[in-house]
């Protein structure tokens, strides 16, 4: 199956620095989504991105899915920004459409 | 709008209890989904259904049995809890009917913890 790596692993910001989160993937994928899970265990979706670049606020994505990586950008960030982000993956050929997600990018955003 | 509903939120069990976990999501999606999430790790799949009426093992089935009970619904059950089973358990939907690139929409999860 798909591997999918994140990084960083671990990241410290100070409030209202930029920041970038890269996910690999070992093989293509036509399905890619973001997610953040907040303090409280939620998993919220930010994006869902196969391909191309999306904003929502101050935060972006973009996805080359030729060379198999995404990245998502954190600008401006906040102290509720902190938590972990995930990236999941599929293609949609030969997984039963069955995400695989990166072991997430913990964020500390500090005030 | 509800989306993807769990209960309980959060579990105690001791070992050798049993236990059925429910998820049911309100946007008539045809796909859904177990996974569960251990410390320092994203989600793996447990059990899926591609459409009412059909299941399929994931990646981490062993200990688990599922129920399609109808478009609605998927329940998880834990038939002799372990230790081991001790994690959050998430619920997904995905709309699928032959849709491949489309997202999944995510429950709040289960805390469960096995003693």
């Known amino acids: 199956g798909i591997q999918v790596e994140q990084s960083p692993p671990d990241l410290i910001l100070q409030e209202g620095a930029n920041s970038t989160l890269r996910c690999n993937f070992s093989d293509s994928v036509n399905n890619l989504q973001w997610f953040h899970q907040n303090p409280w265990g939620q998993l919220i979706n930010l994006f869902y991105?196969?391909?191309g670049t999306k904003q929502n606020g101050r935060l972006s994505a973009t996805t080359v899915a030729t060379e198999r990586y995404s990245l998502l950008y954190i600008s401006s960030s906040q102290t509720t920004d902190s938590g972990v982000y995930f990236c999941?993956?599929?293609?949609?050929?030969?997984?039963?459409?069955?995400?695989?997600f990166g072991k997430g990018t913990l964020l500390t955003v500090n005030p | 709008n509800a989306g993807v509903t769990q209960t309980p939120k959060f579990q105690v069990l001791k070992t050798g209890q049993s236990m059925t976990l429910q998820c049911a999501q309100d946007m008539n999606h045809n796909s859904m989904y177990w996974y569960r999430q251990d410390p320092g790790m994203g989600l793996r799949l447990i059990y899926y259904s591609a459409s009412e009426g059909t299941t399929d093992k994931g990646e981490v089935p062993n200990g688990y049995n599922v129920s399609r009970l109808n478009k609605r619904e998927f329940s998880l059950r834990l038939e002799s809890a372990a230790p081991s089973q001790t994690s959050v358990y998430f619920c997904?939907?995905?709309?699928?009917?032959?849709?491949?690139?489309?997202?999944?929409?995510f429950g709040d999860g289960t805390r469960l913890s096995i003693l």
């Open positions: 991105i196969p391909s």
């Open positions: 999941a993956g599929y293609n949609s050929g030969g997984s039963n459409y069955k995400l695989t």
């Open positions: 997904a939907s995905r709309r699928g009917g032959g849709q491949s690139n489309q997202p999944q929409h």
